[in-house]
T-cell receptor, first 112, second 112 residues
Framework: EDQVTQSPEALRLQEGESSSLNCSYT??????LFWYRQDPGKGPEFLFT???AGEEKEKERLKATLTKKESFLHITAPKPEDSATYLC?????????????FGAGTQVVVTP | DAMVIQNPRYQVTQFGKPVTLSCSQT?????MYWYQQKSSQAPKLLFH???????NEADTPDNFQSRRPNTSFCFLDIRSPGLGDAAMYLC???????????FGPGTRLLVL
């Protein structure tokens, strides 16, 4: 069964203090790894999809990277508006239709 | 803008009183999903529709049902809500099963 573990569970940062979130996964065959941002009381907002080891994607202060066992979401010089829960999900090749297995998320708080 | 819409955003019901949550989409996606998310937990897939084909997750209680009358709309029916069913309910869509899922804002359900 596909599994996703995110660490840390919570992260408190000062504005401008760069850091990384980890997403470790086990899957029989990786079709895709997804990062979402979720604000309190709202639905997840799509950020990135990564398909193969070595791939990187960037959006503003966020950069996602992928290896064969884990993905990192790097937050560079964060601002208070980057405060959110960041969810990682994997899609394996076992299911023909592409079920997502989510991690529990990392809650990030950025203080001014 | 193309989007996923959920109504209502907040729903209060009584223990055992049937409730229906609504999801609509303007993305013209083939697949629609319903997830349940409890506080600080990963979203849990309840079921999905691929066009008109309904696919139930093995551990989804019989208390939860769904209808998809057309491409744009999907409903979640909870026949006899219990206190444990209080959660955020998320609707998501994707063009095909293996493609990126886009989420609506969610409906927060409170059971009294």
């Amino acid at each position: 069964e596909d599994q996703v573990t995110q660490s840390p569970e919570a992260l408190r940062l000062q504005e401008g203090e760069s850091s990384s979130l980890n997403c470790s996964y086990t899957v029989s065959g990786l079709r895709g790894l997804f990062w979402y941002r979720q604000d309190p009381g709202k639905g997840p907002e799509f950020l990135f999809t990564l398909y193969s080891a070595g791939e990187e994607k960037e959006k503003e202060r966020l950069k996602a990277t992928l290896t064969k066992k884990e993905s990192f979401l790097h937050i560079t010089a964060p601002k208070p508006e980057d405060s959110a829960t960041y969810l990682c999900a994997v899609q394996g090749t076992t299911d023909s239709w592409g079920k997502l297995q989510f991690g529990a998320g990392t809650q990030v708080v950025v203080t001014p | 803008d193309a989007m996923v819409i959920q109504n209502p955003r907040y729903q209060v019901t009584q223990f055992g009183k049937p409730v229906t949550l609504s999801c609509s989409q303007t993305l013209n996606h083939n697949v629609m999903y319903w997830y349940q998310q409890k506080s600080s937990q990963a979203p849990k897939l309840l079921f999905h529709y691929y066009d008109k084909d309904f696919n139930n997750e093995a551990d989804t209680p019989d208390n939860f049902q769904s209808r998809r009358p057309n491409t744009s709309f999907c409903f979640l029916d909870i026949r006899s809500p219990g206190l444990g069913d209080a959660a955020m309910y998320l609707c998501a869509t994707s063009r095909a099963g293996i493609e990126t899922q886009y989420f609506g804002p969610g409906t927060r359900l409170l059971v009294l």
